[in-house]
């Protein structure tokens, strides 16, 4: 976090008060969350967090090897029917018992902190933007001094990531379409393309490229995410170009193979399957013909590693 206390509190400010008639997302609902009403996200004034956790299953810049601190906020402002964390995104009704203040969350930050983690991790943050930053009004006179990450599936409103320029010291968001028919068919996402595109090239503006520490780990910078999915149904090759030609041959990209059909995947035969060795070739092919070179690229054998379960108590993606 690069802005004193003084501009933090403002930019919370703001944010807050833009709740009134919410237009943090894309989607701008417009229902008055400071009154409790539920927009597309079904969340209202206070955050909601499912887990927080030192989570070492992330790129290794990071992971490290103490772990990324994570906060999973429940909901999304998508809708994805393949979504790996669907318990918590996709289930509004329950997700309600997880509602704290924005002390508590202020507190699992600092405690995080304390557990010696790399970093803070906001998963899914898009929806609880003015609730983060009214956290960290309270967590930095504490101490709170780890890089922030911002984990996000890029439907991200660009006057929202504006307000978030000098917080943010590490953008990870997913490229997950690059055709509009396809974001909204499997993630009822309209116009996802040119949100997506925008937040990007935003993020990218505010951080640069990746920069790490003498031990490998991202202190500022931006980190795509694709994940590849049957069928060319993400459209590899043309998200990748795209990032090559308008954002930066330097811009660091993380290859994702781990795709598993869960959730309601299955009521959609043509992604009801891990991808095929073809495909994943392909994708290779795309990336190495756009000329991005730095990254990581997950192996075939990723489909069954990543899979969290937030119905047991404790980490989400520990036996």
């Known amino acids: 976090m690069q802005i004193d206390l003084t501009t933090l509190q403002h930019r919370a400010a703001r944010l807050i008060a833009r709740l009134a008639a919410c237009d943090i997302c894309p989607r701008q609902c417009r229902v008055n969350r400071l009154n409790g009403e ?13 887990s927080y956790c ?5 790129e290794p810049a990071i992971s490290g090897t103490r772990g990324s601190g994570t906060i999973f906020f429940a909901n999304c402002n998508l809708r994805c029917v393949f979504c790996q964390n669907y318990q918590i995104s996709q289930n509004w009704e329950k997700q309600r018992s997880n509602v704290i203040s924005i002390e508590k969350l202020a507190d699992c930050m600092m405690e995080l902190q304390e557990q010696g ?5 906001f998963v899914s943050p898009t929806h609880f933007v003015p609730q983060i930053v009214q956290a960290l009004v309270l967590a930095m006179p504490r101490g709170l001094k780890l ?3 911002y984990n996000t599936n890029g439907y991200d409103c660009l006057e929202t990531l504006r307000e978030l320029d000098g917080i943010i010291d590490v ?35 505010q951080t640069g490229e990746l920069m790490i520490d003498e031990h490998g780990i991202a202190m500022r910078g931006v980190i795509v995410r694709h994940l590849i999915l049957p069928h060319g149904i993400a459209g590899s090759r043309q998200s990748l170009n795209w990032l090559a030609r308008e954002v930066s041959l330097d811009v660091t990209v993380s290859l994702m193979s781990q795709y598993h059909p869960t959730h309601l995947a299955n009521r ?15 994708a290779l092919v795309a990336l190495d013909k756009c000329g991005l070179e730095n990254g990581w690229v997950q192996g075939m054998e990723s489909s069954g590693n990543y899979l969290p379960d937030f119905s047991k108590e404790g980490h989400p993606f520990e036996n």
């Open 147 to 149: 890089p922030l990450v």
């Open 268 to 282: 959609f035969p043509e992604i009801n399957r891990h991808i095929s060795r073809r495909e994943y070739d392909h």
């Open 54 to 58: 030192a989570h070492g299953g992330e």
């Open 38 to 50: 539920l927009g597309y996200c079904h969340s209202g004034l206070l955050p909601i967090v499912s």
């Open 171 to 205: 953008y990870l968001p997913d490229i997950k379409y690059s055709y509009d028919n396809m974001a909204l068919k499997y993630s009822d996402a309209p116009a996802y393309v040119a949100s997506m595109r925008t937040a990007i090239q935003e993020m990218y503006r």
């Open 117 to 121: 983690c790399h970093n803070i991790s």
